[in-house]
Structures are given as C-alpha cells and as structure tokens.
C-alpha cells in the first residue's frame, strides 16, 4: 500500500531547516507519516514540533510528490511554514541533528527527491503535482524499508556511506504532472476591510 506522509520547509531569514535523519544520516526535511484521526496541517506541525522542537504555522501548500520506485512508494505533501516558538531540538531515535541552511549551502547526502521539494519551496511554488520516478540498478525490485535497515546494519559501513553507496547509481525522473503556480500572497483584511 502507498503511504502518506508530510514534508514542511520551514523557512525564515532566508534559511531553511533541515534534519539529519538517524537511520541514514541524510539530511531532509521535517518529515513523517499522518496518522490516525488527524489532517495533513495537523500532521505537518506535529512532526516538525516532534523532529526539530519548534513550533510553526503553515504558509502554504507547495504541493504534492509521489515517490515511485523498488522502496516504499509514497506520497508527500509539502508545506512552507514559518517558525513561531519553541526551541531547536533532536527527536531521540529520529534526528541527529536540526540546523539551518542557506539555500546556495544545503548540505549532503540529501534524501532522495528532497532537492526539488527544497527548491519548489524557497522559489514559492503552489499547488505543483510532482511524480519521481527512482530506479536503483542492482538492487533488489521490491525491498522494505526493515530489510533496507537491515542491508544497512550487515553491510559493515556508516550509515552515510551506505545510503551513498544504495543511491549512487540511482536515476531520478521527474514529471510535473501538474505545474502549478507562483504563490500570491494576500494581506489579511484589517477591522472593517473586506476582501
């Protein structure tokens, strides 16, 4: 079955925020699965409060990213956001680090498809439709994500280099099956003012 899962780019300053995952050591944005009884927006706070210890209020949808491949196919949809409180902060058994970034100094190894997404979010794009197609040549057609941890754990290797050397023959392709648009920003209306 497809999962359904957030990504938010909390951006401020001119920087964003990113993760380092510690499964992989990849840096990522805020991300994870919706769960039970609660909306995508409820999902995105709660996993960025959750992952990296701030508080943040959603700016706008970017858009929506279906990650196809031999892994877990998934479906991710990405928020802007903008921090209004708490405190940076890792997630025990999650995040390894939380830092912010200027955009020309993300770092690597970035999750796969997370490039984009970094992009469509700091160039304000909404309501894209994205499909990424990865193949991964010489691996196996269907893999879990618990015998990927495993691979990972027998393969004698940092967690790094493992996910450097899984993706280094990895092909991305991208189709915007819907493109979108430039986001427009609305001044909320003031006592008396009407829209």
Same mark, same amino acid.
């Given at each position: ?11 401020? %300053? *001119?920087?964003?925020?990113?993760? &380092?995952?510690? $499964? /992989?050591?990849?840096?990522?944005? =805020? ?60 997630? %025990? *058994?999650?995040?390894?680090?939380? &830092?912010?970034? $200027? /955009?020309?100094?993300?770092?690597? =190894? ?86």
């Amino acid at each position: 079955m497809t999962g359904l899962a957030v990504n938010v780019a909390v951006i401020h %300053e *001119g920087k964003i925020l990113l993760t &380092q995952r510690e $499964d /992989f050591e990849t840096w990522i944005l =805020p991300s994870g699965g919706v769960e039970d009884g609660e909306s995508l927006a409820q999902a995105a706070i709660r996993e960025t409060r959750e992952e990296t210890g701030l508080d943040v209020e959603l700016t706008r949808l970017v858009g929506v990213y279906s990650r196809l491949s031999n892994m877990p196919p998934v479906h991710a949809v990405l928020f802007a956001a903008k921090p209004i409180g708490g405190e940076i902060q890792c997630q %025990e *058994g999650e995040t390894i680090a939380v &830092q912010w970034f $200027d /955009f020309d100094k993300i770092p690597s =190894p970035l999750s796969a498809g997370h490039g984009r997404r970094i992009e469509d979010a700091r160039s304000g794009v909404s309501g894209i439709c994205v499909l990424q197609e990865f193949a991964f040549p010489g691996k196996p057609d269907k893999i879990t994500r618990a015998e990927l941890i495993g691979l990972r754990d027998k393969s004698g290797v940092s967690r790094s280099e493992f996910y450097r050397q899984w993706t280094a023959d990895a092909t991305i392709k991208e189709s915007v099956e819907l493109p979108g648009s430039k986001a427009k920003y609305v001044q909320s209306p003031k006592n008396g003012d009407h829209l």
